[in-house]
């Protein structure tokens, strides 16, 4: 059985909308496209290469797999740590809108998604990335299959935007595994999923 895990970039205020770009995502009217761009640097890139050296799969939302769709498959270097692992692996789309997918690799899954990826899970080994991909994201949190989160934060504020944490997100106990923070301040940390959180009072 695999494991899934989400990567997530997030700002202060828990933003996820966009962080790469303006032509990412303006839904909502949203002008802060690109806020994560200023604070790549070379510990950022360590971060990434080392979550992308590790799946046997993708899983994405269907806004997620369109941005990296039109973008990755032009990318062939196969030395490219990221380009060469989604070109090469299987990727899965929960969709109940697109129709086709012209990425080498990729099957969509037009079931209801919590059922359609708990099997995945099932027949899958190792570990199934997630990027980006936050509304189904916060679906498959409400349904505990989602075993691991990384989170990148990153020191903005931006006050409007799709965040990945709404309210009514189920209540969820989490173990940090990893920590470390970027010479541009980002802060890197690894959750791992333990279950219903405890309560007290001093």
């Known amino acids: 059985m695999a494991t899934l895990s989400l990567t997530q970039f997030l700002t202060l205020d828990g933003v996820h909308q966009a962080p790469g770009g303006p032509e990412e995502d303006a839904s909502g009217g949203f002008a802060h496209g690109g806020w994560s761009v200023p604070y790549d640097d070379e510990d950022f890139g360590r971060f990434i290469t080392g979550i992308f050296a590790r799946p046997t799969a993708f899983l994405l939302g269907r806004r997620t797999y369109e941005i990296f769709a039109g973008y990755w498959p032009q990318r062939t270097d196969a030395a ?14 929960a969709t109940t809108t697109l129709d ?31 990027h980006g991909s936050a509304g189904l994201a ?18 903005v504020v931006l006050g409007s935007g799709r965040r990945l944490f709404s309210d ?7 173990r940090t595994t990893e920590t470390s ?16 959180p405890s309560y007290g009072s001093f």
Do not use: C
């Not at 490219?80 to 789309?93: E, G, I, R, T």
């Not at 916060?138 to 020191?155: E, G, K, M, S």
């Not at 923070?181 to 219903?196: A, I, K, Q």
């Open 138 to 155: 916060r679906t498959l949190l409400d349904h505990d299959l989602i075993d691991t989160l990384h989170l990148a934060v990153l020191p």
């Open 80 to 93: 490219d740590p990221v380009a060469a692992k989604l070109n090469a692996l299987p990727k899965y789309v």
């Open 181 to 196: 923070v970027t010479s541009t301040g980002v802060v890197l940390l690894t959750y791992e999923r333990e279950g219903r």
């Open 168 to 174: 009514g997100v189920r209540p969820t106990a989490f």
């Open 100 to 130: 086709s997918a012209d990425w080498s690799g990729t099957t969509l899954l037009r079931g209801d998604a919590v059922a359609e990826v708990a099997a995945l899970k099932e027949r899958t080994e190792g570990e199934i990335q997630m």
